[in-house]
């Protein structure tokens, strides 16, 4: 059985608070590459960190095989005292650089591609240059990610299905979804004038996910939805993907407005059946409720928020 963790103030040995804040990483995630991820260093160095701590306290803190990684007794009896003393350090620090002027860190962003060249591309310059100490890191993932199992600050989203105990932040309005194509697409085709003549024709297909169900193409005729089961020899999985096919020539495409905006102000692609258009959902940031939110979570949100908006603060760097 493993000892408890009983630490004499007077023989204890020195510990060192990264130390304390590595074993409080693993032990919350229970898997040492995400605790790794989390604090931007390899799963070696999780490793050595969290064995020098057990050889300082002189006990077993994780159980670890190829397969799992699970607190020991000991560790689970440390890790109820030390999480949330690290906590309140954390709202400390994160009440501290909110009074401030200059918010600061890394912030971890996770949001599909479009949501990122429709949303966060065109103002990214304008933020950096706004927030000089906040550092941005995007990953881009079609899937609705656990941001807080992920390592991430904050989260944007076609939607509002989001995991639970999550602030979403509406970001506009919902999405206006039109037909566009590549005028080489028409050398040896005619046109479609009506909706239904879209079954004549090669549409590039989109799911929304792999092995997922597949994109309705809903139209509003009239305030009335249509809805055409289209057919087409292409199908993908991401729209920035359909949108590259059609530029191809190779089809039809049924996309976001927003996201086709610079090839259709190029002339690249064309906008047919001006007439008729989808509607989509809004997008939504969203983030972890917590008590304090940190200095850059606080001025990404509003920045977004004001973006969303069409505020001119967003336009050019102060």
């Known amino acids: 059985m493993d000892k408890k963790v009983i630490i004499d103030r007077q023989s204890a040995p020195p510990l060192h608070l990264p130390g304390l804040m590595t074993f409080e990483a693993a032990a919350r995630r229970l898997n040492f590459a995400r605790a790794a991820a989390e604090l931007g260093v390899t799963p070696t160095a999780i490793s050595r960190t969290i064995k020098k701590l057990e050889a300082q306290l002189g006990v077993r803190l994780f159980n670890r095989t190829t397969r799992s990684v699970s607190l020991t007794e000991a560790g689970a009896a440390l890790n109820a005292s030390l999480a949330p003393a690290l906590a309140l350090i954390r709202n400390s620090l994160a009440q501290a650089l909110t009074a401030t002027d200059q918010p600061s860190g890394t912030l971890r962003v996770s949001c599909s591609y479009v949501a990122y060249r429709i949303l966060v591309e065109p103002h990214l310059a304008a933020f950096l240059a706004h927030y000089p100490l906040i550092n941005v890191e995007v990953s881009?993932?079609?899937?609705?990610?656990?941001?807080?199992?992920?390592?991430?600050?904050?989260?944007?989203?076609?939607?509002?299905?989001?995991?639970?105990?999550?602030?979403?932040?509406?970001?506009?309005?919902?999405?206006?979804?039109?037909?566009?194509?590549?005028?080489?697409?028409?050398?040896?085709?005619?046109?479609?004038?009506?909706?239904?003549?879209?079954?004549?024709h090669n549409c590039i297909r989109q799911r929304y996910s792999v092995g997922g169900r597949m994109y309705d193409w809903r139209f509003d005729d009239q305030g009335q939805s249509v809805h055409i089961d289209v057919?087409?020899?292409?199908?993908?999985?991401?729209?920035?993907?359909?949108?590259?096919?059609?530029?191809?020539?190779?089809?039809?495409?049924?996309?976001?407005?927003?996201?086709?905006?610079?090839?259709?102000?190029?002339?690249?692609?064309?906008?047919?059946?001006?007439?008729?258009?989808?509607?989509?959902?809004?997008?939504?940031?969203?983030?972890?409720?917590?008590?304090?939110?940190?200095?850059?979570l606080r001025a990404f949100v509003d920045f977004m928020r004001a973006a969303a908006h069409g505020s001119s603060h967003v336009r050019s760097a102060p």
Do not use: C
């Open 140 to 200: 881009l993932d079609n899937q609705l990610s656990d941001i807080v199992n992920a390592g991430f600050d904050v989260g944007i989203r076609m939607g509002r299905k989001l995991q639970n105990d999550m602030i979403s932040v509406l970001l506009g309005m919902v999405q206006k979804r039109i037909v566009v194509v590549a005028s080489d697409y028409f050398r040896e085709r005619t046109e479609p004038t009506a909706i239904a003549e879209l079954l004549e």
């Open 231 to 296: 057919q087409g020899r292409l199908t993908f999985d991401e729209m920035r993907t359909v949108l590259d096919t059609a530029l191809q020539g190779h089809g039809i495409a049924f996309v976001l407005e927003a996201f086709a905006r610079q090839e259709l102000d190029s002339g690249a692609l064309r906008h047919i059946l001006t007439d008729h258009w989808g509607l989509d959902d809004a997008f939504h940031l969203y983030y972890p409720h917590r008590e304090h939110m940190p200095g850059k």
